[in-house]
């Protein structure tokens, strides 16, 4: 799957160029879902309701070519719908969110002599969930596909690279017994891809995926996609903290390694009231970062919005035309900024966290 890797790249760049003391790591929280089950759904039963003919992919903008690209094939594909249905059923039982996860083994529609619409009738909703003894239902209803192989040449090693970008594009919805039509329907686009290189065009070209392994490996891929929008999940992301400056940022650093957030944040603001400038900004982030190391995510974010606004005056924000403003113009603003949204989902989503976790306690 891609990841965008820009910021956490510009950031240490920077953190380089900053010719300032700092110690990188790495934190786990966890973020809600994007849909919220009552906690009386506790059984779930995934469903394969797509036809043989797949919906079409979304347009999509020709990506210009690089200059080192020699050739590019695009191709389109129908998921195999039985593996991603069991790939999404087996994700919701590591998930062990809900009691119980029943896949369906038939498809819903294999036998279907002409056309009809996806979408499952209220008859047949409450005949599924009885039968499989479930609560609700989620229901694969399209997959198509879109693979993108290219093939390169890097000068600087006189080599060729090969690169197959497969975009799936399935859709699920979510039934629950006695109602009219789904209850919500996800499209959780995502995009999987391989690389390869070797001493010749023919050579790359050989070791591109089969077709056969492509559909096989995207169709799983596809059926984990939608988790992230059905049950809470943990999230990694990095995290920075500054440790010069002074007696009192070193002092602090010391506090940290001994999990005495409380203390590293008292002189972090002592540090803070005293300075100008780039270290007042890195207080104002190590005492952001303290709060959330504690879960206090309001007065985490305060003070990193106290941290964007000193980051603003480093970079001279107020002072330039933003447009044709790159992030590399304003790098203090960027970093500081993209904590600050971080800390703002976390706080954002903390009571629809807490309510979806709710279920748990029930059980005490």
């Given at each position: 799957?891609?990841?965008?890797?820009?910021?956490?790249?510009?950031?240490?760049?920077?953190?380089?160029?900053?010719?300032?003391?700092?110690?990188?790591?790495?934190?786990?929280?966890?973020?809600?879902?994007?849909?919220?089950?009552?906690?009386?759904?506790?059984?779930?039963?995934?469903?394969?309701?797509?036809?043989?003919?797949?919906?079409?992919?979304?347009?999509?903008?020709?990506?210009?070519?690089?200059?080192?690209?020699?050739?590019?094939?695009?191709?389109?594909?129908?998921?195999?719908?039985?593996?991603?249905?069991?790939?999404?059923?087996?994700?919701?039982?590591?998930?062990?969110?809900?009691?119980?996860?029943?896949?369906?083994?038939?498809?819903?529609?294999?036998?279907?002599?002409?056309?009809?619409?996806?979408?499952?009738?209220?008859?047949?909703?409450?005949?599924?969930?009885?039968?499989?003894?479930?609560?609700?239902?989620?229901?694969?209803?399209?997959?198509?596909?879109?693979?993108?192989?290219?093939?390169?040449?890097?000068?600087?090693?006189?080599?060729?690279?090969?690169?197959?970008?497969?975009?799936?594009?399935?859709?699920?919805?979510?039934?629950?017994?006695?109602?009219?039509?789904?209850?919500?329907?996800?499209?959780?686009?995502?995009?999987?891809?391989?690389?390869?290189?070797?001493?010749?065009?023919?050579?790359?070209?050989?070791?591109?995926?089969?077709?056969?392994?492509?559909?096989?490996a995207a169709s799983e891929f596809a059926g984990t996609t939608p988790v992230r929008y059905l049950l809470p999940h943990w999230k990694s992301a990095p995290r920075y903290l500054f440790t010069g400056g002074s007696v009192d940022m070193r002092d602090a650093a010391v506090y940290v390694r001994e999990q005495n957030w409380e203390a590293a944040i008292r002189l972090w603001k002592r540090h803070y009231g005293r300075k100008e400038g780039r270290q007042k900004m890195y207080a104002a982030c190590n005492i952001a970062l303290g709060y959330e190391m504690q879960d206090s995510l309001e007065a985490a974010a305060e003070w990193a919005e106290k941290a964007r606004q000193v980051a603003a005056n480093l970079d001279q924000l107020h002072q330039r035309q933003a447009d044709g403003l790159e992030a590399f113009d304003v790098p203090n603003y960027v970093f500081t900024t993209v904590y600050l949204n971080e800390l703002l989902e976390r706080k954002q989503g903390l009571s629809r966290l807490h309510m979806q976790m709710q279920r748990f306690k029930e059980d005490f």
């Open positions: 799957m891609k990841r965008n890797c820009f910021f956490p790249l510009m950031a240490l760049l920077w953190l380089a160029a900053a010719c300032q003391s700092v110690q990188q790591f790495s934190i786990d929280y966890m973020l809600p879902a994007e849909v919220s089950f009552p906690a009386s759904l506790r059984r779930v039963g995934v469903v394969n309701n797509m036809s043989a003919s797949s919906g079409s992919v979304p347009p999509e903008a020709e990506v210009p070519k690089d200059e080192n690209e020699i050739a590019r094939k695009t191709d389109y594909y129908i998921g195999n719908s039985a593996v991603a249905a069991e790939s999404l059923a087996q994700a919701l039982a590591d998930g062990n969110y809900f009691d119980e996860v029943v896949i369906c083994d038939s498809a819903l529609r294999a036998g279907d002599v002409s056309p009809r619409e996806a979408v499952l009738s209220r008859e047949e909703v409450n005949t599924l969930a009885r039968d499989l003894g479930v609560d609700f239902l989620i229901a694969l209803e399209d997959l198509p596909m879109r693979s993108t192989a290219i093939v390169g040449y890097l000068p600087d090693v006189q080599a060729y690279y090969g690169t197959v970008d497969v975009k799936v594009y399935p859709t699920f919805r979510i039934y629950v017994p006695n109602r009219r039509g789904p209850l919500t329907t996800i499209q959780s686009a995502d995009s999987i891809y391989w690389e390869d290189a070797g001493l010749s065009v023919d050579e790359v070209q050989a070791r591109f995926v089969s077709p056969d392994k492509l559909v096989q």
